[in-house]
């Protein structure tokens, strides 16, 4: 089975501040990690995600993560927060299907609520 | 551009009273998922098709069917809801041909939001 933890339901920062949003996962197989950002009553956006090869993806809008299989982390970070990052963000792994299919059932994070001070 | 459209955004319904929800896309992608994001918690598959076959969660309840009648088009039917089943209902897709496909990126609708009276 596979599942996320998101550390901190909440996290509150200054614009131009550092953008640490935390993730850890837990998977018997290699894991693909994806983060998404939920903007209020929208569906969810990819902002990078990770696969195979380079451990430090680069997403849109100025995110990375790394990748950190000791630490099982794939923590999100932006060196400098703007206003538009106010939103949900959620970290996700995808895996087999509980029907046994392969088509990506994605396990999401309880998601972190960004916001963003002037 | 390609999206992935669900109507209607809001959708209020009665106890009990049969309401479905409607996804499309114009990705041309194989796969069709359905999710249930309930206030403040994670969204949480209910089922997905590859094509027209058919897969379900083992803990999605039978109140909740889907159909998939073509390429482009996926419902989702609640037959009897209850309050429990209030929700923001998210539609995806994906393209199902990469290897393995658990690497697929899923593109999202912007969700149905479901009130139930």
């Known amino acids: 089975a596979q599942s996320v933890t998101q550390l901190g339901s909440h996290v509150s920062v200054s614009e131009g501040a550092l953008v640490l949003l935390r993730c850890n996962y837990s998977s018997s197989v290699p894991p693909y990690l994806f983060w998404y950002v939920q903007y209020p009553n929208q569906g969810l956006q990819l902002l990078l995600k990770?696969?195979?090869?380079?451990?430090l993806v680069k997403g849109i809008n100025g995110f990375e993560a790394e990748f950190k299989k000791s630490e099982t982390s794939f923590h999100l970070t932006k060196p400098s927060a703007h206003m538009s990052d106010a939103a949900e963000y959620f970290c996700a792994v995808s895996g087999p299907s509980a029907g046994g299919t392969s088509y990506g059932k994605l396990t999401f994070g309880q998601g972190t609520i960004l916001t963003v001070h002037p | 551009d390609a999206m992935v459209i669900q109507n209607p955004r809001y959708q209020v319904t009665q106890f009990g009273k049969p309401v479905t929800l409607s996804c499309s896309q114009t990705?041309?992608?194989?796969?069709m998922y359905w999710y249930q994001q309930k206030s403040s918690q994670a969204p949480k598959l209910l089922f997905h098709?590859?094509?027209?076959?058919?897969?379900n969660e083992a803990d999605t309840p039978d109140n909740f069917q889907s159909r998939r009648p073509n390429t482009s088009f996926c419902f989702l039917d609640i037959r009897s809801p209850g309050l429990g089943d209030a929700a923001m209902y998210l539609c995806?897709?994906?393209?199902?041909?990469?290897?393995?496909?658990?690497?697929?990126?899923?593109?999202f609708g912007p969700g149905t939001r479901l009130t139930v009276l």
């Open positions: 995806a897709t994906s393209i199902g041909t990469s290897n393995p496909p658990s690497t697929d990126t899923q593109y």
């Open positions: 098709y590859y094509d027209k076959d058919f897969n």
């Open positions: 990705l041309n992608h194989n796969v």
């Open positions: 990770y696969t195979t090869g380079a451990t």
